[in-house]
């Protein structure tokens, strides 16, 4: 932020801006208790730019040093302004004004932010588990430093009435805590209580005891209804598995506190952060083996974990740990752990209403657990894993946005639309870039609108008319047609251009930048499929300085699904197409697909590093076919014991990196022996490949690959053997969720260039 150590003059008034994440994070309750603190005067409110107060008196260079130094914990301050005035003669005490809603900046627009919203906070844990306090048990407390944020705001300035609080009536214990400026709640807006604020329409007992008996329960959350069940009970989890026709894919398990998620898996200190921060993610760790039913996550080695974010998530497990008085049993490990997985039948977006759920969902749940709370904009959970001892996110959601992510250098409004799979949209304004939350894969009607929707609430809170509009260069993603529907010049921005372009967003590098983007499917320039490729980024330039060897794709697209497909392909290529029936004769017509490679037809070539790992997945027998996407990857990847180096197991020649000996070699190995030797002879390969294009001493890894941790950490530790530093997208996700950021980020270099 701008330095707060400001001059002041001998002039007894100052008027104060204060930019960043200051709404919503009780900071004009902490500006009035400092003032109070220091016998100065004047008075403070909330507008379009932010926070604006004047002050007047004393020590007014300590209160402008602890505006930032001390600001509440949600709080974000990114810059503090300060201008002199002369002094009010009759002025007394300090107090907030109500929020002057259209009050702008220079270019007539907000300049402020929501936060995220933010987990239950120990003073709020408190009051719910004391008995004798007027909140206890009550699902929906919450304070200024904790609780529903965006989920709930319409429009900025962030107040009761623009939110889905508007609807209910304080009462007079709330109203009193409300303007009380020594309250923990003045000024919080969505301060509730039993007896005015929103309700349950299931009591948590009855929710408690059918997810004991083995049901499966769908429960309004913050940015929609999660279906939950037992997770130690394999039937019921299996249940719900086959309603949700989720096929392999992993479902995430929410536990009381830290001791339960020890005795689940093995938990770093960087992972304990990430499980307990107020962000509240799931946390991809290290399962114990043996310590959840394998229909949680079948074959691989990470389970997905989570705690309570909510007071009535939290109620279930007091629930269940027969309703003990005080916080003392949070540090204790419970017996109850919850799968707890998006409530999304058919890969459409998240189910927020209660008819709605009772209509969506009434073929998966047993039961149906809403309440009167409105969600105004929905926002799955976020994911997070730790890689190279830091944070990564997988799914950038609840939690983490609309935070801005700063970009280092001022920006023109873009609106960028992002990809087809893992959507996620990105609006600039100023030198920020505002992320959503998770769209989703956009295959189906419902997905786009919720984009649409998306779309308009980002902009409309943050009040941003956009210049252009960035996508994909694929013309037939939805996100392309919507770009094409849309009345502004558009930027067409290949694929892993944009990915390379969000590491460099992120950590706000300018100038020459090498970068491999390891990937599943971005199309080239050409129309033709790539995902493994060594690139050099200049501001707005991108040049291809290598990629990945061609595999076939025998079947189009099919072959993304059914690694047996790639596996047959490499055979192919080796010269041992005659081992292709006897491999896979349960899986399709070979004879056929052998005369499709033998004549090219219906084989489109690509340079997809996903697609490597996929023929490697089929040539050892780890998956033939996946039931969603990357599962024959991440299957892999959970095979790893300690990863080996084929000597001789790459060529390069003419900036083609080809792995075709590494592939022979797994063939005739076991799943384990091939997944070490796989990754690490990938890894040294990688280094090998890009280590002479390499500028000013740093290189950027993204695309989906990079979600892999045992390939990432290994190129980090082998380039900084070199002396390399690999920079990895920590804030946003190094699969197609980060990739508006980047579409963003070179339409701005387009724009100012």
Known sequence: MTSAHIPISPISRSRVRVRGLVQGVGFRPFVHDLADSLGLTGWVLNDAEGVLLE?????????????ARRAPPLADVAAIEVEDLAPEPAESGFRIRASAAGVSGAAGAAATMIGPDAAVCPDCLTELFDPV???????????????????????????????????FTLCPDCAREYADPRDRRFHAQPIACPACGPALDTPVEEITARLRAGEIVAIKGLGGFHLACDAYDAAAVARLRARKQRNGKPFAVMVANLASASALADISPVEAALLTGPERPVVLVRARSGSLPDAVAPDLAWVGLMLPHTPLQYLLFHEAAGRPAGTAWLDQPQDLALVMTSANPGGEPLVTDNAEAHDRLAG??????????????????????????????????????????PLGRQAPPILALGGHLKNTICVTRGDQA?????????????????????????????????????HDLHPDFLSTRHAQSLDLPRFAIQHHHAHIAAVAAEHGLEGPLVGLALDGFGLGEAGDSRGGELLRLDGATCDRLGHFAELAQPGGDKAARQPW???????????????????????GNTAALVQMLDRGINCPPTTSCGRWFDAACGLLGVRAVSGFEGEAAMVLESLVTRPTVLPGGWTITDG?????????????????????????????ALI??????????????????????????GLIDGFCHHGITAVIPRKVPANDGGLSLGQAWVAAHLITA
């Open 55 to 67: 002050v007047q008196g004393g020590d007014r260079a300590g209160f402008i040093d602890a505006l």
């Open 133 to 167: 306090d007027r909140r206890w048990r009550y699902p929906f407390l919450n304070c200024t430093h904790c609780g529903p944020r965006h989920t709930i705001t319409r429009a900025l300035p962030y107040d009761r009435p623009r939110t889905s609080m508007a609807g």
């Open 364 to 405: 998966i749940a047993d039961h149906i657990a809403g309440h009167d709370r409105n969600i105004v904009i929905r926002s799955d959970d976020s994911v997070a894993r730790a890689v190279g001892g830091a944070p990564t996110m997988i799914r950038r959601s609840r939690g983490h946005a609309p935070r801005g992510i």
């Open 434 to 470: 505002f992320l959503s939350q998770h769209v989703g894969d956009l295959d189906n009607g419902a997905t786009l609108r919720f984009l649409e929707e998306t779309v308009a609430h980002l902009l409309g809170i943050l009040e941003v008319e956009p210049v252009a509009v960035a």
């Open 565 to 587: 497909r790639m596996a047959a392909a490499a055979l192919h290529r080796m010269g041992r197409a005659d081992e292709i029936t006897r491999r896979f004769a349960d899986h």
């Open 656 to 684: 083609v990196l080809d792995l075709t000996a590494l592939l022979d070699a797994v063939s005739g190995l076991s799943p384990g022996a091939g997944a070490d030797l796989f990754h690490g002879t990938l890894t040294a």
């Open 688 to 713: 090998d490949w890009a280590l002479p294009a390499i500028e000013g001493g740093r290189i950027a890894l993204a695309g989906g690959c990079v979600m892999n941790a045992v390939l990432t950490e």
